[in-house]
């Protein structure tokens, strides 16, 4: 795989964004975790961050200790859990389920008032920009991204398996002029349009890295008529 340069996209939603993502994306009971599943995924994603070079903070590998501890701990038999002194919960799960639940509520209220504050911009004619959350990558995050990108992966695993893989060049500046040419009429493009004729995983992977790539130099906005829908991609 030729990539004539790294894309760089910073990650702006930390490791508990990702863990209530995936606790709604598979309507999950916030107060019943089911951790060996949680975690499974948990992991699956900062894989992929990885190995997509982003700039990921240091908090996304301890929440992954931190999971993997919780999981060990449920594993074990009663009789070999922590003595009480130091264990602080019977279920290992409940300081994560707090954490989880106050940092909901703090979410929420921002989402509030920065609906408040760009309703009341729109009432006196001007946009507070101070007051309005940034959503760096339009009305989907990372983990929308990725997660349309792993259902792209799965669908041509299949179709790869079953062909002779020859020798592939692929660069994140052909694909950037690729997706320019394809949004070049303004009409929103569907993500999994974008990836109909890729024949392999490299080249879907050096795909999304161009279309990161867009999305950071804000050329592309990537938005959803319904969360986890599908995702459109518009010239900015």
């Not at 990885?50 to 240091?58: E, H, N, R, S, T």
């Not at 509520?105 to 309005?132: I, P, W």
């Amino acid at each position: 795989m030729d990539t004539d340069y790294k894309v760089k996209l910073e990650v702006f939603e930390g490791p508990l964004d990702l863990l209530l993502y995936l606790i709604k994306k598979d309507e999950l009971d916030i107060y019943d975790i089911p951790i060996e599943r949680i975690t499974s995924q948990y992991l699956e994603y900062l894989r992929v961050l990885k190995f997509l070079d982003l700039d990921i903070a240091g908090d996304f590998v301890v929440m992954a200790a931190n999971l993997i501890y919780i999981k060990s701990r449920s594993l074990l038999p009663a009789d070999q859990q922590p003595p009480e002194e130091t264990a602080e919960e019977e279920d290992p799960r409940w300081e994560l389920v707090r954490q989880l639940i106050e940092y909901k509520k703090f979410k929420d209220a921002a989402e509030c008032l920065g609906r408040r504050a760009l309703e009341q911009s729109n009432l006196f004619g001007r946009l507070t920009e101070a007051f309005v959350p940034e959503r760096p990558l339009g009305e989907v995050n990372i983990f929308d991204l990725i997660n349309a990108f792993n259902r792209v992966v799965d669908r041509v695993k299949s179709r790869e398996d079953l062909r002779e893989i020859f020798d592939e060049h692929f660069s994140v500046s052909d694909k950037i002029d690729f997706i320019m040419k394809r949004t070049a009429s303004g009409v929103p493009l569907a993500f999994s349009e974008l990836f109909a004729n890729a024949a392999s995983r490299v080249e879907i992977v050096v795909t999304f890295l161009a279309l990161l790539e867009l999305i950071r130099l804000k050329q592309l906005r990537a938005v959803q008529a319904e969360e986890f829908g599908e995702i459109q991609l518009q010239r900015v």
